[in-house]
């Protein structure tokens, strides 16, 4: 049997790079409207979700075709179907910009496939996004800002612009763009928060 390797969802908010290449592997699903950027990117979905009204038209090959009276996006539609398939690193394109509500629905796809024992990531043009509720290290340059998903969270913070132990809530604006040195260490006490790094 093989073993799994990555199961990329490209979505239809604002098109982002896909500067991958799936390996034999890898499971490339197209969530609606992303089915058209692959299709740019010359890479061929193995599968493609959604109810169509971003694409417009339902393409030829393996597609499950969605009511869009439905009570989840195309994208935790296509989560959904990787999870299924027994995948457990999941890497996001093209998940931002677009409609606002579809980019916070996004952010929070990260925290299910982390619930679901799963690790994800949204990568965007110059942003990537992570939700965790252990650690993560990160390089120098950029800015990267850390948020609570839960309604507080206790964070340690190494090697940073601003670094040391906080409590975050969702009630202000602390976390927002701290500044990485090298060997930036972010380690979730309590709690679980999503992280932006942004170039």
Do not use: W
Not at 29 to 53: E, H, R
Not at 63 to 86: C, H, Q, W, Y
Not at 127 to 134: A, L, Q
Not at 147 to 153: C, G, I, K, R, S
Request: glycine share 12%; hydrophobic share 40%.
């Amino acid at each position: 049997m093989n073993e799994k390797g990555i199961c990329y969802i490209v979505c239809a908010g604002e098109r982002a790079a896909l500067n991958f290449r799936p390996d034999r592997n890898d499971f490339v699903i197209a969530a609606d409207g992303g089915y058209a950027y692959l299709k740019d990117a010359g890479i061929t979905p193995d599968l493609v979700v959604g109810d169509f009204d971003s694409l417009g038209i339902v393409p030829d090959g393996n597609v499950i075709a969605l009511n869009p009276i439905k009570d989840m996006t195309d994208s935790f539609a296509a989560a959904d179907e990787g999870l299924k398939r027994g995948y457990k690193e999941f890497r996001i394109y093209s998940a931002l910009g677009g409609r606002l509500s579809h980019t916070l629905a996004n952010i929070r796809l990260l925290s299910y496939l982390l619930h679901s024992g799963a690790k994800a990531k949204i990568i965007g043009n110059g942003v990537e996004i992570i939700v965790t509720d252990g650690s993560a290290t990160f390089g120098p340059g950029g800015y990267l800002s850390v948020f609570p998903v839960t309604e507080t969270a206790e964070v340690k913070i190494e090697n940073c612009k601003y670094s040391g132990t906080f409590t975050f809530t969702q009630r202000d604006s602390l976390g927002t763009s701290n500044e990485p040195l090298a060997g930036a260490i972010i380690k979730t006490l309590k709690g679980e928060i999503a992280i932006i790094t942004e170039k």
